[in-house]
């Protein structure tokens, strides 16, 4: 990634480098110049030949303008590049998570993918926003430090030594607070449940004052007290390092003033140029020591991010990007001896779906029952590709689908998920060819007058559910894919659209030649459907084709049940 990061940007990076470099090294000249001013030297160094006959006032004016525009292009080019660093991570990391195999994704919860794409992405960019300050003070420090070891070598001797010295306790003791900021990010993912429980459970919450008040003080207040502790640590640690650091470099002032002129003949222009040039690093050393939280959380947000390529099976994406072309003219699709398994956790023991045998032809319509639990949902998910067996094979136009055509082969369905997500834009159809469709379809599932396409959205999409599970399936309808799965569809919809959903929008998508598989608990349906699969844990206990003479007792029940209803109202 890192690789990825310099071949996309290494201009910049390249750029920021040498302004803040030739900004810190003119700063540290700019000092030198100032120094010598201060000891009546400057006109002794402007009789060379590279004074180019220019007076003080002009050298300073010169120095001084190198050192605004130097600073001014790095951090011009320093925002660009973090900007840009912080856009390509979080487009990496959106892109591993679209990549990555769904029980993968489905193991992390999407508390934790929120997580890298806030926290971890914030963290990186934030460390690279400092990177070019950074690189502009450490060059400041550079260049005095030349000129430093210029004034005096012996001095410049002892002060590397000091810095050596500096470098390693910092070395000794960074764990510490690294440890702090490594578990205060682990607690980050449990604070980011408790804000997806806390956001996603809101009417619950506010309907239960004990419940809301114990959730808050076990969980939410704990992971936030937690994640306090682990980050309060950190500052502190940091805080002590950087501490350990000034009075290093308090000491090494306190020598040059009082021990070195004692124990050897050190001029008064080499003191006070020491002295001056110290004070001046003050700013310049405090940003560098003051960066190190910042560079500490990124380096930890930096390894979850890498990490997260492994843990969602980045290697996938290749596969992904191959863009395998959708064999749209469908004739079958078979499962052969397909297995999926769940561990039950709590009961230690598994859940396991199939072997399971079927094949689908198009202009089928198919029906998925079965009770609470019984594996309809795994099994649509095998089928679409989302779950990948662990025992059979499914073959599709009678090819094998593996981890290289997978891809390719979920691009055949359109399905509506019963926790489905509505996209408030439809992204990825051709509007203008769908214009007169769009409004048929609006048409027909009674939605004209309420929702219309402004620019490609959804002019509006709070709806009651069971209007936004139509407008779902407008965007259903519009994919045109040969095969279509809808898990429990009409459970939201009321009698006359339950009704029309069944008797008119099924079939119309089966005389088109679209293969369905609807799962299913509407029994007074079942008899529409060329097949219903009864599902019972995780088994195929029955596959049944509805007679067709069975209809008019079946529309017999739906009066009785109506004129049920009615006397119940009434
Ligand atoms: N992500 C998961 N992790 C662990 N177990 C799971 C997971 N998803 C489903 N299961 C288990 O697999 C079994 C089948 O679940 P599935 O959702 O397929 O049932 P279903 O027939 O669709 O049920 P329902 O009619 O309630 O929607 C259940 O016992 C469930 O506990």
Redesign the pocket.
Known sequence: MLLFLWRSSWITITGVLLTGIVSGLSNAALIAFINASLAGRVDQYLTFEWSAGLTPAVWFAGLASIVLVCRFASHYLLNRFSTKLARDLRLHVSRLILNAPY?NL?KLGKSVLLSHLTEDVTAIAAASELFPVLCINFAIVAGCMAYLSWLSWQLACVLAGVILFGVATFQLFNHVPMRAVRSARDEYDNLSRGFSALTEGVRELKLHRQRSEAFVSQSLAVSAESYRRYSFRATVAYLLINQWIQLLYYLTIAAILYVFPAWQAISQEVVSGYVLVFLFMMSPLTVLTGSLPVFSRAKVALNKVLRLDDKLGGKNSAQRSAKLPAQRHFKALALHGVTHS???EKENRN?T?GPIDLEFHPGELVFLI??????????ALLLIGLYHPEQGMIHWNGRPVDAGSRDAYQQNFSVIF?DFYLFDELYGVDLENNRGAIEDYLQRLHLHHKVDIVNGRFSSVSLSQGQRKRLALLAAYLEDRPFYVF??WAADQDPEFKHLFYTELLPALKARGKTVLA?T?DDKYFHLADRCIK?DE?RITAVESPPVDKRPQAAHRERLDSAAAETITS
């Open positions: 029980p489905q769940f561990h039950r859940f779906l079965g009770g609470n639990g019984s594996g309809k949902t795994t099994l019963s898990d429990e799962i608990h599902l995780g």
